[in-house]
């Protein structure tokens, strides 16, 4: 048997004991009141432990149990991502968290921008009503990780989530980074999807698409943009929402005169049954889109993000906002140091990057300092 011993920055020890080879033990994310959860993985699968915290007098809190996560992509997730071009990842978000995303979206809703006009409308008219609905355009709501204090916690969790990292990791690469700035996507019933688009063969042109491919070489997936859609409502099939032409990814073709409009082989398009706090990780690779909105009595709503591998890009948001470079600067207010590695720009991972490793903790990528001395001496930099 190990005894491992983990000291916080608060001050306090805390001494667990585990089988060497039944688990591993690793330090998680730090919050208020010095929290640290401290979680073992039992074979790569999942298992409940306990979390420790201070409160605001010093005194030691009751442990709370926690639920553990996969520290890698598993084959299984592996397989499935390769096959579809996409993964449905269940019960990302707990129910208390769904509540707090939806409660500050309610909060927001007047901020809400619905694509009315003509050329904002992303289906055609005269396609399908599958995707283009009985007339109301989608609302688009911006700014998530720019609200203030505990309103964007819940969304910025999302760009280093305990449980996403070993997915970004095992389809992005270490040093993954996000590409575009999230937001919500609202429909009301009758409300406009999304014809389909993408493709590592754009399904409208036929082209390679170099910035959004898939590929896969001596089992090692990459996807040049990925898409990470946060179910905030439940998609129950029928309902609309998020939809998807598995297999595309690998499509050498493009699609016939029709189908991206849902006139023709609709059967081939596919809407997943998703519960809110669910993720569908897809490759923007993947041809997909969104079907008109079914249900009267709630509104869909999803958080889109796109995350990219160290060296690639496809947006240009974070070249600079507020008069310098980089995000908004109210995106990097009350951020883990995980979460803002994500926000780092484009550049390869030897040159003095922040990395997540795989017990959530970051390190410094970087190269021998000799070589950086003679770049200084050479470069001035």
């Known amino acids: 048997r190990l005894l491992m011993i983990a000291t916080v920055s608060s001050g306090c020890c805390f001494q667990l004991a585990h089988s060497l080879i039944a688990s591993s033990i690793r330090p998680q994310h730090f919050g208020r009141h010095g929290r640290i959860r401290l979680q073992s993985t039992i074979q790569n699968g999942f298992s409940t432990t306990m979390s420790t915290s201070n409160n605001n007098n010093g005194e030691e809190e009751q442990p709370q149990p926690q639920q553990d ?69 989608r609302k688009d709501l911006g700014r998530v990780l720019e609200w203030p204090g505990d309103e964007s916690l819940v969304f910025k969790s999302i760009l280093a989530h305990p449980r996403l990292v070993p997915l970004f990791h095992g389809i992005l690469g270490k040093g993954y980074h996000m590409d575009h700035l999230p937001f919500v996507l609202a429909q009301d019933q009758g409300g406009e999807g999304f014809q389909l688009h993408g493709g590592t063969v754009d399904c409208k042109s036929g082209d390679y698409n170099p910035h959004l491919a898939y590929t896969c070489h001596h089992g090692m997936i990459r996807s040049a943009l990925l898409g990470c859609n946060v179910m905030l409502t439940d998609h129950n099939p029928g309902d609309g929402g998020f939809c998807i032409v598995p297999g595309s990814h690998k499509s050498n073709f493009k699609m016939p005169d029709g189908m991206i409009d849902g006139t023709r082989y609709a059967e081939y398009i596919v809407q997943p049954a998703t519960k809110a706090g669910d993720v569908v990780l897809f490759s923007e690779g993947t041809v997909h889109g969104a079907m008109a909105w079914q249900p009267f009595n709630r509104q869909r709503r999803a958080c889109l993000y796109r995350f990219a591998p160290a060296t690639n890009v496809y947006g240009r948001s974070y070249f600079g906002h507020d008069g310098g470079g980089g995000w908004p600067k109210a995106i990097y207010n009350d951020l883990t140091e995980a979460q803002r590695a994500v926000l780092e720009p484009p550049y390869a991972n030897r040159l003095d990057r922040p990395n997540i490793e795989p017990d959530g903790s970051v390190i410094m990528t970087t190269r021998n300092e000799r070589k950086k001395q003679h770049d200084r001496e050479v470069f001035g930099t």
Do not use: K
């Open 69 to 137: 996560y996969p520290i890698h992509m598993t084959d299984d997730e592996r397989y499935l991502f390769d096959l579809n071009g996409y993964l449905i990842v269940r019960g990302v978000l707990t129910s208390d968290e769904i509540r707090r995303a939806n409660d500050v979206i309610d909060l927001h809703r007047d901020e809400m921008v619905e694509r009315s006009d003509p050329a904002l409308r992303n289906a055609r008219a005269d396609g399908s009503p599958l995707l283009y609905g009985t007339g109301p355009g």
